[in-house]
C-alpha cells in the first residue's frame, strides 16, 4: 500500500465538474492498493497517518499530529505505475478494483475521511501547506 500524503490548507475532488468532497486544513491522501495489500496493512497505514506529526505546535515547530483537522482520501492506482522498462506505464502492481475498492473504503472509515468517488476521472485541487509532502509505504 502507498499513501502520498499532503499537508494542504483546502483541497476538493471533483467528477464531471461537479464537486464531490472538500476539506479546510488538514491531509490530502492519494492511496494506492496492490494485490499483497490486507485489512491489517490499511489499519496500520491509517494509525500511522493520523499520528504523524507533520503539523505546527503552539511553537510553529512540525510537531503536532491531525488532530481534529479533516482528511480527503482519494483512490490513485497510478500510484503503482511501473516504468522501468519503456515510457508507458504498466498498472499491473495495482489491486484489480473488486480488492482494492473495499480496502479503500475502510481506510476512509477508519480516518473519518471524506472521499472522491473509487475509479472515476476525478479533478483534485489543492493548496499545499508548507508545502508538506510525504510518501508512506506499508
Known sequence: MRALIQR???ASV???GERV???????????????????????????KV??????????GAMNAPLGDREVLAV?????YGDTR????????AAAPAAQAEPLYERFC???GA???????????????DGPVTLMLET
Request: aromatic share 6%.
Open 75 to 79: 483512490s490513485q492506482f497510478t500510484l
Open 114 to 128: 471524506r472521499r472522491g468517488v473509487f475509479g472515476a476521472d476525478m479533478a483534485v485541487a489543492l493548496i499545499n
Open 109 to 111: 472509515a477508519r480516518l
Open 14 to 16: 471533483s467528477v464531471a
Open 85 to 92: 522498462r519503456g515510457h508507458r506505464p504498466s498498472w499491473g
Open 8 to 10: 494542504v490548507s483546502e
Open 50 to 59: 493520523v499520528a504523524l506529526r507533520i503539523f505546527p505546535d503552539a511553537g
Open 21 to 47: 468532497a472538500a476539506i479546510g486544513p488538514g491531509l490530502l491522501v492519494l492511496l494506492g492498493i496492490t494485490h499483497a495489500d490486507t485489512e491489517a496493512d490499511v489499519d496500520r497505514l491509517a494509525v
